[in-house]
């Protein structure tokens, strides 16, 4: 199963499925479609019965079950690696861990020798060559599904287990969480995704998020004769945001269970200006928090600026957008998913680590859609970083995670 798991990782980190940001198109990158043609063509000769790919690159697999008394279930992993950093020529070297840190081809250290890295100190691992990423996000997701499949359809016979719909969707990394996702093909009425990193971890939950953009207009004439009369943008927006930075919510004063308000970006010229803000947190009150924060910081703003100009002559607002939904309370209406899944991480040999993301996957959405979706682990760390790597082992464990969650469950 080892070699399986490896040989088909090996050649999907070698096809780039970067995805690229401010593409209209979906897929946004053509890597992505060549790898869900592979994909298609193996899952035929794998034995999957149903093979579908959609224009956008969204591939589904079926598998009968041999239990019909059990609701169908699915796998879901992502086609596309990080638009950060390059996944194109990936040079993926598998080798024993000395202990030591492990040096990129050009002599630098490619990953650093650490109490995480110990741990696996005599094990086979897998890197990258430290000039890109490895892609085991998220392409050991697609191998260790594809492992597991093969296995569970080759043991038909003997083996319990319900209907199995499988995607292998594009364009997670900018964002894309199952836009054209059809619910029609991918039946399941129970799905995990193949995404988290170390092994044993699995994901319940994860932020509330929004969006927001404060909308600003100020009053411009020329800067010579502005004595009493120039109503800054940029003024307005520097009021606003050293308010909002007083009250320490940005995300790197954040952790654990806390949520925060995170400026990304600004962009503005005296008459008119624009603060880009995205909202986390855990629960749906933290969420309504901010957004009272936020409104409060306006009406504060707005009074500071009217003890000078008239409130007419100039305009701030709000307006918010919801992103994605913490999956953790569409998860707590099935109380026996999260115990037989982590049944299932020990039955695979490995210790269940139970976690919260503190971002989003493509579980979030399908939760939102009422079929609850936790994240497992792949094995793989340090994603999104030339330093990725991924122990030979976990992806194994991975397989018979999936192997035993499918017959559990
Ligand atoms: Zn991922």
Known sequence: MIEKVTERFFRYVKIDTQSAHNCTKTPSTPGQMELARLLKIEMSEIGFTKTTLSEQAYLYGFIPGTDHSKAPIGYIAHLDTSPSVSGKNVKPIRFRYDGDDILAAN????????????????????????????????????AEILTACEYLIANKNTLQYPDIYVAFVPDEEIGHQLEYIDLDTFKSKIAFTIDGGEEGEIEYG??????????????????????????????????????????????????????????????????????????????????????????????????????????????????????????????????????????????????????????????????SMGIPCPNIFTGGINFHSTGEWIPVDSMEKAVKTIIELSCMI
Do not use: W
Request: net charge negative; with cysteine.
């Open 206 to 367: 994860c932020f509330n998020a929004y969006n927001c953009t404060i909308s600003i207009s100020g009053k411009n004439c020329h800067p010579g004769y502005a004595n009493g009369k120039l109503i800054s943008s940029i003024e307005i927006i520097t009021i606003f945001l050293n308010t909002l930075f007083s009250q320490k919510i940005s995300p790197n004063e954040s952790n654990n269970d806390m949520g925060y308000i995170h400026v990304s970006s600004i962009d503005s010229n005296e008459q008119i200006g624009q603060i880009s803000l995205i909202i986390r947190d855990f629960t749906e009150d933290g969420i309504k928090a901010k957004i009272s924060l936020i409104e409060t910081i306006i009406t504060d703003c707005k009074l500071t600026m009217s003890k000078r100009f008239n409130e007419n002559d100039f305009t701030i607002t709000a307006s918010y957008n919801e992103e994605y939904k913490n999956m953790e309370s569409e998860i707590n209406k099935h109380p026996h998913l999260m115990d037989t899944l982590k049944k299932a991480v020990i039955k695979a040999g490995a210790t269940p680590i139970l976690k919260r993301i503190r971002g989003g996957t493509d579980g979030s959405a399908l939760s």
């Open 107 to 142: 002599g630098s250290v490619m990953i650093r020798e650490s109490s995480q890295l110990s741990a696996y100190t005599g094990n086979e691992i897998i890197t990258g060559d430290g000039t890109t990423l490895l892609g085991a996000d998220n392409k050991a997701g697609i």
